[in-house]
Structure formats: C-alpha cells, structure tokens
C-alpha cells in the first residue's frame, strides 16, 4: 500500500488520500455488528425480539471500544507529534506501550464480562424475553475481545505511519469474513445469535492477525515488539491514557445513554420501542461514519504538522473539515427525513414496526447537521493534545444533555417513548455548537501564541 508523504503535497490531498480509505474503513468496521443485525432482524418469527436483545449487549460493546480508544486514540495523535518531530524512537514507545495495555485490558474486560454478563444485561433493561438472546451473543462477543481491541486499537499506528490504504485493508479482512460467516452460522447451522457472534469473533481474529503481521513486517516504520510488557512506563502509560480519555469518555457516555433510553424505552414503550431504538440507532452509526472518516481522516495530518509547528496548515485544514463534513452532512439528513423507510428497511421488513420507527428516525435526525461541528471540534481538541476541553465536550453533550432529557422529556406534555428520540436533536444543536464555538475561540484563534507539547519524553 502507498505510503501519504505528510511532509509533501496539499492539504486537501493529503486529507483525502487519508479520509478515502478511512471512510471505507470505518464503513466495513462498523459492518461486523450491522451485519449481524440485518441479518439477525430477519430470523424467522423471532427476528424482532432477536433484534432487541442484541441491541442490549451494545452499551457493553461501547464500553470495551471505549478502552480500545483509550489507549489507541489517545496514543496515536502523540506518535504522530513525534513523528512530526523526527523522533520515531519516541513514536515506537508510544506504539508498544499501547499494544501492551489493549492485551492487557482486552483480557480483564473479558472475565469480568463473562462472570457478571447475566446481572448486567436485566441492568441494562433485559426482560426474561431478551435475555435469552442477549447473553449467549454477549458471552461468545466477548471472546473476542483481546483480538478485537488489537485490531481496532493499533489500526491508528498504521493510519499514523501514513499507511491508510493498510488500515483500510485490516478493516475489510475481517468485514468481508463477517459478512459471509453470519449468514452461514445464523440460517445454514441454524444457530441464530449465537452464529452472528461466532462469525463476528472469527471475523476478529482474522483482522488482528493482519495488523500484528504488517507492524512486525518490513513495511512499517515503527515495529511491534512482543517483549515490550517487560518496558512499560507509568509515565507513558498515562500520558497516552490521559490524550485517549475523551474518546474513552465519549463511548462510556454513548453506554451510558444507551442504558438511559433502553431503561426508558422498555418503561414507556417495551420491547419493541427498544427494538426501534437499535434500528434508529444503527441508522445513525451508519450515516455518520463519512463526517467521523473525515475528521479522524484528518487527525494524523493535524498532529504531525502541530509537531511541526507548522500552525498555518492547521488552520487552513479546520476549515477543509468544516466544508466537507458540513456538506454531506446536510445531504444525508435530506435523505433520511424524504426516504425514512429505505434506511428501516436495511434492518428490518416488519411493517407493524416501520409505521412507529418512521416518525421516530425523523425526530432523532431532525438536527443532525450539527453533528458535523460536534466531531470537528472533538477532532481538533483530541489532535492537538487539548485533553481537559476534548474530555468536557464528551461528557457534556451526553452526560449533561441527553441522558438526563431522555428520561424527562418523556414525562412532558404526554410525549412518552417519543421523548427519548427527541433528546439527540436537541443535544446535537447545544452540543454541536458548543463545542466547536469553544474551539474557534480558544484553540484555532490562539493556536499561533501556544508552543506544542507532546507530554512524553
């Protein structure tokens, strides 16, 4: 795969040429669990309440991505600062360091979920319905665990070493496999879930795998060193955990706005409102995933020429950002509210359900052209090593707005289940704003009179 030279051509290009295979990356990534529900919803005369359950074990799903970014975002904006620097020895203790740490982490998260998978999930809203397709889906997921944060969380080394097309690679290994395993596992061995989650571990494997080979072979710069358990440095340890806590914090608010409305759903609707929400949801995930390609497109280019002090380019490419994200995020929310019932039918056929989930994706997508100034305030914040503001936005649009609006608002003016699809609008304008409004005025107007800092010495 061709490497992106940083150092040489424009600004537009170098973003592209990292934006266009992380889009597509991101597109296959988010396939291992899209598939699974596409194909989950259509089981045979439970598909449905099949879809709800799955939909449970995605607050659980969150919190292990949020460790894998915690430790691969968060290290990777620093490798590429000292990349920038010329200091590649710096940038490959940073790599090791983070490998270690996801094994690490990837194995306690995996005990500790199998030992407590069953009280968790009715804590989470399961009923004695969906719990019987919750936890054997959640049970065998979390097999994968170790193998799913090496894959998700080293692919930023690759993407920071100006491999994009690698990284992309990596992703469609293991989609390509999930999408031809599911449906084998799910209808031919007639294993339903617990085929969707066999086939998305094996998917996994198979990714990290290729990731392990290319960072222990002769194309990449920084080498993977299976020895380094033995080097680790606290000092490191929390200089990367402390860039990687507002991603982290970002996918622990995601859970917990997910146990929120699930909690609220199941209150105020039952299980198919929660069915309902996993579809609106996946929609979303689905449609946002070209504004986070181009904004983390972007991430290593921003923190490579801010260890270049090379702040003029920054700027110019903040503003890149805005146009292109902001563009196509006004197109998708164009589509979603004139052909709601396309983007349903992806996950699921059922009519009954379809009159109810139409008027819930127009509410939920009412604002979502604000989402753009979320990621891209979010991006600069996280690029340039600004941890304090990039944790705050985190917990300040989920935490402070829209957990705490999904349960009120259901409690006014007799809106119900529907209030708890009204609470993302409204965050993503105060947040969205916020946000990003903060950034223009704090970073980008000051960014000249700040010296950068990449913390790890």
């Known amino acids: ?242 860039l990687g806590t507002a991603s982290f914090v970002f996918q622990v608010t995601n859970s917990l706005v997910a146990v929120v409305c699930n909690r609220t759903l199941s209150q105020y609707g039952g299980d198919l409102y929660i069915s309902i929400y996993t579809i609106v949801s996946s929609v979303r995930q689905l449609t946002e995933v070209p504004v986070s390609a181009i904004t983390d497109g972007a991430s290593p280019i921003l923190s490579y020429n801010y260890g270049a002090k090379r702040f003029d380019k920054i700027k110019r490419a903040i503003w890149i950002l805005v146009g292109w994200a902001g563009g196509y995020a006004l197109i998708i929310w164009l589509l979603v509210i004139l052909f709601p019932a396309f983007f349903i039918r992806i996950f699921s056929s059922d009519e009954t359900l379809m009159q109810t989930a139409i008027p819930a994706l127009h509410t939920y997508f009412f604002a979502f052209i604000f989402q753009s100034f979320q990621h891209n305030g979010q991006m600069v914040f996280r690029s340039l090593n600004k941890k304090k503001e990039a944790v705050f936005f985190s917990v300040f649009r989920k935490v402070i707005l829209v957990a705490p609006l999904s349960v009120i608002l259901p409690m006014i003016n007799g809106y119900g289940a529907m209030g708890v699809f009204m609470a993302e609008p409204i965050s993503n304008v105060v947040g969205g704003l916020a946000c990003f409004i903060t950034m223009m005025l704090t970073v980008y107007r000051n960014m000249d009179k700040e010296p950068q800092v990449t913390s790890i010495s």
Request: aromatic share 10%; proline share 5%.
């Open 1 to 242: 795969m061709k490497q992106v030279d940083f150092e040489n051509g424009t600004l537009g290009q170098n973003i592209a040429q990292t934006a266009l295979p992380m889009l597509v990356a991101q597109i296959l990534s988010l396939l291992y669990n899209i598939v699974d529900r596409i194909y989950i919803a259509r089981i045979p005369g439970e598909g449905t309440l099949a879809l709800g359950g799955v939909g449970l074990c995605f607050p659980i799903i969150m919190i292990i991505l949020g460790f894998t970014n915690l430790f691969g975002i968060g290290g990777a904006p620093l490798c590429s600062m000292a990349l920038g620097a010329k200091d590649r020895d710096k940038a490959g203790r940073i790599m090791n360091t983070s490998f270690c740490m996801l094994v690490l982490t990837g194995l306690a998260l995996m005990l500790f979920g199998l030992a407590l998978g069953r009280p968790l999930l009715f804590a989470l809203g399961a009923s004695d319905t969906t719990i019987r397709y919750a936890l054997p889906y959640l049970q065998i997921y979390l097999l994968g665990s170790i193998p799913s944060m090496i894959a998700t969380g080293l692919n930023p080394y690759i993407n920071a070493q100006g491999f994009p097309g690698t990284g992309m690679l990596t992703i469609f290994i293991g989609a390509a496999a999930n999408i031809v395993l599911d449906p084998l596992f799910i209808f031919v061995f007639g294993m339903g879930v617990s085929g969707a989650a066999i086939a998305t571990v094996i998917s996994q494997c198979l990714s990290a795998i290729y990731v392990i080979s290319f960072l222990r072979g002769p194309k990449a710069g920084l080498k993977l060193d299976f020895g380094f358990f033995r080097k680790l440095e606290k000092k490191t340890i929390g200089d990367i955990a402390g």
